[in-house]
C-alpha cells in the first residue's frame, strides 16, 4: 500500500531538486504576468524625459531605475514576463497539438499518412526555426503563431520517433490480440507512454518560444514599436549599457531564469522518468529514416 | 603448478553500507589442459569468479581476502598494465550474447585483425591469419567483410571462438558461451571450441547455469549456491552420485530426453534476499533443502571427500530426494473435432535493406499445419528457421501472403474486422520478453484481466476474476495491487500467461517462453502449464530451444527448417528416430 | 557510405521543391498586399498596377506559383525593392559571409561538443559513487542550454568589443584594407592571394559571432555525445573489448567513441541547421553582414524580392548540410537501430 502512495502521489519526479527549481521559476513568472498590473509601480508605458536613467534603489521610487526615456524598469520587467508567456504558452500547446497530433497519427497509422506527414515535416524543417518565424512575421503572421509553426516539426519528429519505440514494446501487440480496437490501444496503452516525453518537449519548446518572442522584440519585428518585451528592453538598454547597466542585466536575467527554468523542469521530468533526450531522439529518427 | 587456483576467495558486496559476501572462502584449482564448470543459479556466485579472474569486479564490490592465482601469479597484487597483457593472450574469455559481444559497426574482418595485431602478427599477414583463424572454426571467408548484424549468432559465436584462441591461451573463461544458441548451433559452438581447446591444450572454466551442459563436457564440476562451493568433483561421478541435496534436487529439476516423464522436481524459490542469506549462519542451502535439519541453519557443513567432495553433513539422505510422481498423460479428446488452427500452404516473406536496395527474403514457405482442440505442439528448429514467424502468423500478429488460414472453422486469410474479432477470441500469444510486455503503469490485477476490459466489464466482475486467475497461477492474492515492475521476472511470465488465458482462448502460442530461467524456475513453470492443461481447455503452439522441454510438455513436435516443416510427429517418435538432418544436428547439439 | 549519401541527397530535391511551396505560400498567399511589398514605398497606382501584372496575381494561385518558381530556379530574382540593386548580388555577397561564419560556429560547436561530451560522460561515470556530480553536471548542461544565442552575443560584444576591446565587430574587415578578388569567402581569398592582413582582420571579425554561435549550439552535442557513450559502455562488446586486454584509452578512444560519435555527428547535423538561424539574430548583433541580416532588413523593410530570395538560399544550404550529414551517418553505422 506504501509502495503506491509513494508511486502515485509522491512520486520520483516531485522530488527531484531539478524539477522543483524549474517549477518554482516557471511558476514565478507566471504569477508575475498575471498580477503585473498590481504588483507594477508604475504604469510601464509612461515615459518622464526628466527622470531618465535613474540608477537602482530598492527602497526607492523607481527600485529598478528607469530607462533612457525615463520608464519604470520593475514595471517593464513585470509586464514583459506577460509577453513572454501569452506567446511561450500558446505556442507550445499549439505545437503539441498540431505536431504532436500529426506525429502520433504518422506513427500509428503508417502508410500513406505517414509518408504524407513525413514530407510535411521535412518540407517545413528545410527553413531554421528562426528563419521560418523570420519569414512568417514577414508574411503578417503574429509571433505566437509563427512561434508556434516553427516549432511543430519538433514535436512531430520527437514524438514519432517515442511512439516507434512504445509500439514495438509486447504490451502494445498484447493488447491488440485482446481484440482492442486499434484507435482504444493508443489510448490505452500508447499515449499513455508517451505522454511524459511530450510534457518534457514542451517545457523545451516553451522556452524556444521565450526566445524567439525576445529575439523578435529584440530585432523590432511583428509587433509595435514600443511593446512591452524582455527582448525590446535588451535593445533599450544595450543603448545606455554603460550609463545604466540595470536596463540590459534586468531583462538578461529574467530571460535566462525562465529558460532555466523551463530546461531544468523538462530536463528533470527526461531525467527522473527514465525518457530518452529529445536531441537523441531526434539523431535516432534521423539515422533510422524517418521521414521521407 | 595449476594454471588457476582459487584459495578462500572471498569477494564482497557493500549494499548502502552493510558488507554481504558474494563469494564466500572458494577453493578450486584449474589443471592443464582440464575443463572445471562452475555451475550456479543467478546470483550464485559463479559469474563473479570469471570477473575476478579479469579483476574486473562489478562497481561497489571488491575482493577482501583469500587468493587467486593464474600459473602461480597472484592477480589482484599484479600491476593492472601486466594483468592486461596477459588478457586476449595467456587468458580468453568467452562471453554470452555473441552478436551484442562484437563492436556492431566494424566489420568482422577489422575487429579479428585488429586483435591479431595486437597479439603481433605482421601487418601483411593478417589477412591470412584471418582467414586461417575462421577456418579454423569453420566459418567461410566471406564473412570477413560483412558487419556484426548480418551475421547469425552462431556465426559470431564462433568468430569470437576464433579470436579467444587466436593468441593460444593457457585459460579459457566461458561464460554461457552457448547462452543465445539454438540447440544445433549449440552442439557445434561447443565442438569447436573443444575442437580448438584440445589441440592447444588449453585449460578452460565454463562458468554455465545449466548442469546438464557443464556435465556433457567438462572434466570437474563445482555446484555453486549462495556464494559457496558445495560439491566439487569429476564431473560423471557429481552428475551420477550427487552427495549434496542441491545437485540432487536440481538434477531433478531437468525434464529428460528419454524415457518416462517424472514430474520435475520443484526446489523453492530461494525464500531469503541476499542480505538475509549474509546472516545465516550454517549451510547456505539449508533455508530451501528438502532434508535439512535443525543444526544444518546453525553449523556450517565442511567441504568434506577425497576426489568427490561435499559440503552436507546429511550425505546419506541424499538419494532419498525423488521426483514426486509421473505426468499423467494428455486428456482423452474425440476424434474428428475441427481443428483450432488450420494452415494451408501458408507462406510469408520478409523485406530486409535500405531504401535503395531492398531484398525481399520468403521467411517461411509452404506451410500445411493442423491443431485439435487441447493439443500440445512444439516447434523446433535452428534459428531463422521461421517458427518465430510461424508463430507470430498463428497469432495475427503477421497476415500470411499466400494460402489459406482458418480458425476454430472460420476462414481468416484476409483481414478485417471479422478475422481480427475472431482471432481474439480464438488465439493469445505470450511474448518472451515479459517486462516489456507488461503494461508498466498498470496494477497486477488489471493486466490480468485485460480480456474483460475490451467488453468493458464492470470492475466488480473484473476483480473477481483476477483473484480467480492469480489463484489459478498459483500467486499470492495480495500481489493482485502490485506493478509489474514489481514483480520478479518468473511472476511476471505467469501475469502474461494469466492474461492470455483470461478470455479462455482455444489455443495459446507461446515464443520464447523458457528462455532465461534457470532450470527451478523452468520446472516450475512447466508444472504450472501441465496442471492448467487438465483444468482448462487449450491447444498450445509452443516455439522452444530446448528439446526436453519440448518434449516434457507436447506430445508432438514440428521441426523446421529454412521456412519449411521438415517433420511432423510424436514427440518420441521425432526425437527417438529422426529422419531430418535438422532434426539430428539439433538432438546432436542437446547436451542431454 | 557512397550510396546512403546519394540516397539522402536525391531525397533532398523533393524536400527542397515542397520547401518552395511553403515559402510561396508565406510570402505570396498570406500577405494582404503582395505588389506593395515588391516595391519601394511611395509607389504610383500605375508602377502597382505594373507590377501586379509582373508578378501574374491575376492569375490562378498554382499558375502563379508555376510561374514564381520557374523565375526562382533560373535566377531572375529581381530588383530589391528598398535598395533598388540586383537581390542576386545582395544574396551573393551575404550567403559566403554567413557560410563562413556557420562554418567556423560548426567547428567550436564540435569541439566543445567533444570535449563537454567527454567531461559529462566522465563525471556520470563517476557518478555510480557519487550521484551528486551527475546530477550537477545533468543541471549544468541544462542551465547551459537555457543561455540563447541573442545573449552570448551581447555577453560577448559586451565584454570584448565594448568594454575590453580586443575583437572587432561590425562588417567584415577592418576599415582601409582592400577587399581581395576571388570566390567571396574572404578567409579563402585572403590565403589564395597570401594577404595575412586581410586574413586576420578578417578572422577577428568573425570570433565574436562563432563564439556566440559555438556556445549557443554545442550543448545538444555534448549531451547526445554523453548519454550515446554512457549507452556503449553498458554494451556487451565494450566487456569483451577490456576482457581481451585493452586498456581503458583504447577502450574509450577506440571503440566506444567511434560508436557514440554516430548520433553526436548526427546532432551536430541538426544543429547546423538551428545554427543557421541563430546566425540571423548574431549577426544582427554583431553588426556582420551577412545573409541573416540581410534577411531581418528585408522583413524590416517587408522587402518581397530579397525575401524570398534569402529565405530559400537559408532553406538549400540548411536541407543540403542537413542531406549530407544524415547520409555519412547512416553510411557509418548502417542499423543504429535493431
Known amino acids: 500500500m506504501m509502495l503506491l502512495v509513494r508511486r502515485y502521489l509522491w512520486p520520483r519526479w516531485v522530488r527531484s531538486g531539478r524539477v522543483l527549481l524549474g517549477l518554482l521559476s516557471v511558476l514565478a513568472v507566471l504569477a508575475m504576468a498575471v498580477v503585473a498590473p498590481v504588483l507594477a509601480p508604475h504604469d510601464p508605458l509612461a515615459h518622464d524625459l526628466s527622470l531618465t536613467l535613474r540608477p537602482v534603489e530598492l527602497r526607492g521610487v523607481y527600485p529598478l531605475g528607469t530607462d533612457g526615456l525615463g520608464r519604470c524598469v520593475l514595471s517593464r520587467l513585470l509586464f514583459g514576463a506577460r509577453a513572454a508567456v501569452l506567446v511561450a504558452l500558446p505556442a507550445a500547446l499549439g505545437a503539441l497539438l498540431l505536431g504532436g497530433g500529426l506525429g502520433l497519427a504518422a506513427g500509428w497509422l ?22 521560418l518565424a523570420l519569414l512568417l512575421v514577414a508574411g503578417g503572421s503574429g509571433v505566437a503563431a509563427a512561434a508556434m509553426l516553427s516549432a511543430w516539426p519538433l514535436f512531430c519528429r520527437v514524438l514519432r520517433a517515442e511512439l516507434h519505440a512504445v509500439a514495438a514494446r509486447g504490451h502494445v501487440a498484447a493488447a491488440l490480440m485482446l481484440g482492442f480496437p486499434r484507435e482504444r490501444v493508443l489510448w490505452r496503452e500508447v499515449v499513455p507512454a508517451v505522454l511524459p516525453a511530450a510534457l518534457a518537449l514542451l517545457a523545451w519548446v516553451a522556452a524556444g518560444a521565450v526566445a524567439l518572442e525576445a529575439v523578435l522584440a529584440f530585432l523590432d519585428l511583428g509587433g509595435a514599436p514600443d511593446r512591452l518585451s524582455w527582448g525590446r528592453m535588451l535593445a533599450d538598454g544595450w543603448e545606455v549599457v554603460f550609463l545604466a547597466p540595470i536596463n540590459l542585466v534586468a531583462p538578461g536575467v529574467a530571460l535566462f531564469a525562465v529558460m532555466a527554468g523551463l530546461a531544468l523542469l523538462g530536463d528533470g521530468l527526461r531525467g527522473t522518468m527514465g525518457l530518452a533526450l529529445p536531441e537523441a531522439r531526434l539523431a535516432d529518427g534521423a539515422l533510422a529514416g524517418d521521414g521521407p | 603448478m595449476s594454471v588457476l587456483a582459487a584459495r578462500g576467495l572471498t569477494v564482497e558486496a557493500r549494499r548502502r553500507g552493510v558488507a554481504v559476501p558474494v563469494l564466500r572462502g572458494i577453493n578450486f584449482a584449474v589443471e592443464p589442459g582440464q575443463v572445471l564448470g562452475l555451475v550456479g543459479e543467478a546470483g550464485a556466485g559463479a559469474a563473479m569468479v570469471g570477473r575476478a579472474v579479469a579483476q ?74 584471418a582467414v586461417a583463424a575462421l577456418a579454423g572454426v569453420g566459418v567461410a571467408e566471406a564473412v570477413l567483410g560483412h558487419l556484426p548484424h548480418r551475421l547469425s549468432q552462431e556465426q559470431c559465436s564462433l568468430v569470437l571462438v576464433a579470436m579467444a584462441f587466436a593468441g593460444t591461451p593457457k585459460l579459457v573463461v566461458a561464460e554461457e558461451p552457448t547462452a543465445a544458441l539454438d540447440a544445433a548451433a549449440q552442439g557445434r559452438v561447443l565442438a569447436a571450441i573443444q575442437a580448438l581447446r584440445r589441440a592447444q591444450g588449453a585449460a578452460m572454466l565454463l562458468i554455465t547455469r545449466d548442469l546438464l551442459l557443464a556435465g556433457a563436457i567438462c572434466d570437474e564440476l563445482a555446484v555453486m549456491t549462495g556464494g559457496d562451493i558445495v560439491e566439487i568433483g569429476p564431473a560423471a561421478s557429481v552428475l551420477r552420485a550427487p552427495r549434496h541435496p542441491y545437485t540432487r534436487s536440481l538434477l531433478l529439476a531437468y525434464p529428460p530426453m528419454r524415457g518416462a516423464r517424472p514430474d520435475l522436481y520443484l526446489l523453492p524459490e530461494p525464500a531469503v534476499g541476499e542480505r538475509a542469506l549474509a546472516r545465516v ?46 505426468v499423467p498423460p494428455p486428456p482423452w479428446r474425440p476424434v474428428g473435432e475441427v481443428p483450432v488452427l488450420a494452415l494451408e500452404g501458408v507462406g510469408k516473406a520478409v523485406t530486409t535493406g535500405p531504401a535503395w536496395r531492398r531484398e525481399t527474403v520468403a521467411a517461411v514457405h509452404d506451410i500445411s499445419l493442423r491443431i485439435t482442440p487441447g493439443e500440445f505442439v512444439a516447434v523446433v528448429g535452428e534459428e531463422g528457421c521461421g517458427a518465430s514467424l510461424l508463430a507470430r502468423l498463428a497469432a495475427g500478429l503477421e497476415r500470411p501472403a499466400s494460402g489459406r488460414m482458418m480458425l476454430a472453422g472460420v476462414d481468416v486469410t484476409a483481414d ?169 544436428a539439433l538432438l546432436a547439439g542437446s547436451p542431454r | 557510405m557512397i550510396a546512403s549519401l546519394g540516397w539522402r541527397l536525391l531525397l533532398a530535391v523533393p524536400v527542397l521543391l515542397l520547401a518552395t511551396l511553403l515559402l510561396f505560400v508565406v510570402l505570396r498567399v498570406l500577405p494582404a498586399d503582395v505588389a506593395a511589398m515588391a516595391l519601394a514605398p511611395g509607389a504610383t497606382e500605375a508602377e502597382v498596377a505594373a507590377m501586379r501584372a509582373a508578378l501574374g496575381l491575376d492569375w490562378l494561385l498554382p499558375v502563379q506559383y508555376v510561374i514564381w518558381l520557374g523565375q526562382m530556379l533560373s535566377g531572375e530574382w529581381g530588383l530589391s525593392a528598398q535598395l533598388g540593386v540586383p537581390v542576386a548580388r545582395l544574396v551573393g555577397t551575404a550567403l559566403p559571409a554567413t557560410l563562413e561564419l556557420a562554418a567556423l560556429a560548426l567547428v567550436l560547436c564540435g569541439v566543445l561538443g567533444v570535449s563537454g561530451g567527454l567531461l559529462l560522460f566522465a563525471l556520470r561515470r563517476q557518478g555510480g559513487q557519487r550521484e551528486g556530480r551527475a546530477a550537477l553536471a545533468e543541471t549544468g548542461t541544462a542551465l547551459l542550454m537555457a543561455v540563447p544565442a541573442l545573449l552570448w552575443a551581447l555577453l560577448l560584444v559586451l565584454v570584448f568589443a565594448l568594454a575590453w576591446p580586443v575583437a572587432p565587430v561590425g562588417g567584415r574587415l577592418a576599415p582601409g584594407l582592400a577587399w581581395p578578388p576571388g570566390t567571396g569567402f574572404l578567409l579563402l581569398d585572403a590565403l589564395r592571394a597570401g594577404d595575412l592582413a586581410v586574413f586576420g582582420s578578417a578572422l577577428g571579425h568573425l570570433v565574436l559571432p562563432a563564439v556566440a554561435l559555438g556556445l549557443a549550439f554545442a550543448p545538444p552535442v555534448m549531451r547526445v555525445l554523453g548519454v550515446a557513450l554512457a549507452e556503449a559502455y553498458r554494451a556487451p562488446f565494450i566487456d569483451q573489448a577490456r576482457l581481451r586486454g585493452l586498456s581503458g584509452a583504447q577502450v574509450l578512444f577506440g571503440q566506444a567513441l567511434p560508436l557514440a560519435a554516430v548520433p553526436a555527428l548526427a546532432a551536430l547535423g541538426r544543429q547546423f541547421g538551428l545554427l543557421l538561424g541563430g546566425a540571423a539574430v548574431v549577426e544582427a548583433v554583431c553588426g556582420y553582414p551577412g545573409l541573416g541580416r540581410l534577411l531581418v532588413e528585408a522583413v524590416r523593410a517587408a522587402d518581397l524580392p530579397v525575401l524570398q530570395a534569402a529565405g530559400l538560399a537559408f532553406a538549400v544550404v540548411a536541407v543540403l548540410a542537413q542531406a549530407v550529414v544524415e547520409g555519412v551517418c547512416r553510411g557509418l553505422a548502417p542499423r543504429v537501430r535493431a
Open chain 1, 110 to 131: 503508417g502508410g500513406r499518412v505517414a509518408r504524407a506527414v513525413g514530407w510535411l515535416a521535412a518540407a517545413w524543417g528545410a527553413f531554421p526555426p528562426v528563419v
Open chain 2, 281 to 326: 549462519a550454517g549451510c547456505r542451502f539449508a533455508p530451501r533443502c528438502p532434508v535439512r535439519a535443525e543444526y544444518c541453519l546453525r553449523t556450517e557443513p565442511p567441504l568434506e571427500g577425497d576426489a568427490h567432495r561435499s559440503a552436507c553433513i546429511r550425505t546419506g539422505l541424499v538419494p532419498a530426494i525423488v521426483s514426486p510422481g509421473e
Open chain 2, 416 to 584: 478485417g474486422a471479422d478475422a481480427r474479432q475472431q482471432h481474439a477470441a480464438t488465439v493469445q500469444m505470450v511474448f518472451d520478453e515479459a517486462k516489456a510486455a507488461l503494461t508498466p503503469w498498470r496494477r497486477v490485477s488489471d493486466i490480468v484481466t485485460e480480456a474483460l476490459a475490451v467488453r468493458q466489464s464492470r470492475s466488480r466482475v473484473r476483480e473477481t476474476r483476477a483473484r480467480q486467475l492469480l489463484a489459478e497461477m498459483g500467486m499470492a492474492l495480495a500481489l493482485g495491487v502490485r506493478l509489474p515492475g514489481q514483480l520478479g521476472e518468473a511472476q511476471r511470465r505467469r501475469v502474461a500467461l494469466a492474461r492470455a488465458l483470461c478470455g479462455e482462448p482455444k489455443l495459446l502460442v507461446a515464443d520464447g517462453l523458457f528462455d532465461g530461467l534457470d532450470a527451478p524456475a523452468q520446472a516450475d513453470l512447466l508444472g504450472l502449464l501441465l496442471r492448467l492443461r487438465h483444468r482448462l481447455d487449450f491447444a498450445l503452439l509452443l516455439v522452444c530451444r530446448d528439446l526436453a522441454v519440448a518434449r516434457h510438455l507436447c506430445e508432438r513436435v514440428l521441426v523446421m527448417h529454412q521456412g519449411a516443416i521438415v517433420e511432423d510427429g510424436l514427440a518420441d517418435t521425432v526425437f527417438g528416430w529422426p529422419r531430418h538432418e535438422a532434426t539430428k
Open chain 2, 56 to 129: 574486473m569486479l562489478p562497481p561497489g564490490t571488491a575482493m577482501t581476502h583469500g587468493s587467486l592465482s593464474f600459473q602461480g601469479a597472484e592477480l589482484p597484487g599484479m600491476p593492472a598494465a601486466e594483468r592486461r597483457g596477459l588478457l586476449g593472450r595467456d587468458i580468453a574469455f568467452l562471453t554470452p550474447e555473441a552478436r551484442a559481444a562484437l563492436h556492431p559497426a566494424r566489420t568482422v574482418g577489422a575487429q579479428l585483425q585488429a586483435h591479431l595485431q595486437r597479439l603481433g602478427v605482421a601487418r601483411r599477414e593478417l589477412r591470412a591469419h
